[in-house]
């Protein structure tokens, strides 16, 4: 059997140079480039057409989940596993809905990574523990809240009680357990679907809606 063709995307020098060259002499994997930033990701991935790239989360230009999103269309044969350090809830729901083939953080031995390329090669679906919680947690939030024609996650509606009581970003973050990042990106959205201009409007939506 041929190789398994990899590329490793990390806006970090040192660490997508150090992944590619741990990678590069494990059995049955062939490192085919290295790339700093999503942009540069989808041109290479679109030139060397390999069969896995390994993808960070959080990089400049574009980052990982967007790559990852433009890939599936460019090159629907490429599998594509998201390597972090986050395993923010934010990150593994959308990274899944964008279709990746993986969510592994980035502290795993050189032959474990090998093992999760190969399986992801063959179209095995692997989440690391701490990330595959944190799935199993956005999932059980999923359940709708309808308002009309207007719906919010029981997430969304947690983030947006605290917003009407005054709570910053950070205090909603320890109360939920979230990241400030992910906080602030539900709050935009909250106020994104809702059709509310800040914060202020936000709470009195949830005056009126019986929300408080």
């Known amino acids: 059997m041929s190789d398994v063709r990899v590329i490793v995307v990390d806006d970090q020098q040192l660490i997508r140079e150090g992944i590619a060259a741990l990678l590069d002499i494990q059995p049955g994997i ?118 009309g024609n207007l719906d919010l996650t029981d997430r969304e509606v947690d983030v947006l009680r605290l917003v009407a009581t005054g709570s910053t970003n950070r205090e909603i973050a320890g109360r939920l357990h979230l990241s400030e990042g992910t906080v602030k990106n539900h709050v935009s959205r909250i106020l994104g679907r809702l059709g509310l201009r800040d914060r202020t409007q936000a709470a009195v939506y949830a005056r009126d809606h019986g929300l408080l």
Request: glycine content about 8%; proline content about 4%; overall charge negative.
């Open 30 to 147: 062939s490192v085919v480039g290295t790339a700093g930033d999503g942009r540069a990701a989808v041109d290479l991935a679109v030139s060397e057409d390999p069969d896995v790239v390994l993808m960070d989360v959080r990089m400049p230009v574009l980052d990982g989940i967007d790559a990852l999103g433009v890939l599936r269309h460019r090159n629907p044969r490429t599998r594509v596993v998201m390597l972090t350090t986050f395993d923010d809830e934010e990150y593994v729901v959308r990274a899944l809905r964008a279709g990746a083939s993986g969510y592994l953080l980035k502290d795993r031995p050189a032959v474990e990574l090998a093992a999760a390329v190969r399986l992801a090669h063959s179209g095995v679906v692997q989440f690391d523990p701490a990330a595959a919680a944190r799935l199993a947690s956005a999932l059980g939030h999923e359940r709708q809240v309808a308002d």
